[in-house]
């Protein structure tokens, strides 16, 4: 299953109705000494990502619209996506998006999430610079504000003992595979490094994975399976088929099941309906990274298929505490963003 031309149309109306909603909106915004205290202002602040409930997803909103627009150009077109693209991702607004993230209130504001979506968003730039006039303009833009969190997040990993292994935002693996994409995408051979020595102290001694422990309520991803992934990324396929057996000795498990979603106008419980979407994803590149007639290919690619089929229903039409940011998830099971394994060692 693909992005065909009908569901693209449905996510770019999506993602340009969500780009375009200041409220409701999740202000998370740091007070420091001395700073003006006066009632903010979040579209003053985030002129560029003020929308779609909270910046992460007014950044993976316009991931989703540039996607759309490489993949599916005639319907990104019919919604409107360059005009849209234009308003916000000038240089002007992300002038004030790197002055916020450079300043007091920044300094951990959205890591490591809303820094890789962000990241990702500059590789797809980078990818429909090829086949759109326009991307290079809204790539330059985007730039100084990549640079910024490309070289904050390396250092970040660097110094990281530990990784963050939960369901939700502060997960560091599922970073290090959107940041993977920019660092292949962009040619940032340092923050690949960055990404492949964290990885490797963190998960490459990693056996018995406790797939009984998930999912836990509130899960938009599968640390296990985000986990396996970046392994996917940074280890040659043997290997990575060696470290693969280790981890999950008895397979998959309950990882294969889609999550039961009670209540999709919950938007704590809503999540589940990513984690289907995000475990499809992950599930595909494990598939993809182990050597040809595995025999466990074909059982992955069957639990991607299954979770795929149980979320992508409620991507679009649903409760707005879904709808202002699964279906960029839906896109990233419909179509793999990163280049074959082996690019990621040719960086």
């Not at 809204?138 to 640079?147: F, G, R, S």
């Not at 599922?174 to 660092?183: E, K, P, Q």
């Not at 409620?314 to 082996?342: I, K, R």
Request: with cysteine; proline share 7%; net charge negative.
């Amino acid at each position: 299953m693909r992005l065909d031309s009908g569901l693209a149309a449905a996510f770019a109306r999506v993602a340009i109705a969500n780009i375009k909603r200041p409220l409701p909106h999740k202000f998370d915004h740091l007070l420091v000494a001395g700073a003006d205290t006066r009632p903010l202002d979040h579209v003053s602040l985030h002129p560029a990502f003020f929308g779609s409930y909270d910046w992460h997803s007014a950044v993976h909103m316009h991931w989703l619209l540039v996607r759309v627009l490489r993949l599916q150009p005639l319907a990104a077109a019919e919604a409107g996506a360059a005009n849209l693209l234009d308003d916000q991702l000038t240089a002007e607004n992300l002038a004030v998006e790197l002055a916020y993230c450079a300043g007091p209130a920044g300094k951990t504001f959205e890591r490591p999430y809303g820094w890789a979506w962000l990241l990702a968003l500059r590789a797809e730039l980078e990818r429909l610079r090829g086949t759109n006039p326009g991307a290079s303009g809204w790539a330059e833009a985007v730039d100084p504000l990549a640079l910024h969190l490309a070289e904050r997040l390396g250092a970040f990993l660097r110094v990281a003992p530990y990784p963050i292994r939960v369901g939700v935002h502060a997960n560091t693996a599922f970073a290090c595979l959107l940041a993977g994409d920019y660092a292949r995408a962009c040619g940032d051979a340092v923050l690949a490094a960055a990404i492949s020595q964290a990885a490797s102290r963190w998960y490459a001694g990693d056996r018995n994975a406790p797939v009984m422990y998930e999912p836990s309520q509130t899960d938009f991803l599968s640390p296990i399976l985000c986990e396996a992934a970046v392994m996917a990324d940074i280890l040659p396929s043997p290997r990575f088929a060696e470290w693969w057996g280790e981890f999950l000795p008895a397979g998959l498990g309950s990882l294969a099941e889609p999550p039961v979603v009670s209540d999709r106008s919950d938007p704590q419980v809503a999540h589940l309906d990513g984690l289907s979407l995000s475990r499809a994803w992950c599930l595909e590149r494990i598939a993809a990274a182990l050597p040809g007639g595995h025999p466990q290919r074909a059982v992955l690619m069957a639990a991607a298929a299954a979770n795929l089929e149980a979320g992508l229903p409620h991507t679009v039409g649903g409760d707005y505490v879904g709808e202002h940011w699964l279906a960029s998830f839906a896109a990233l099971a419909l179509g793999d963003l990163f280049a074959p394994v082996d690019r990621w060692r040719e960086v």
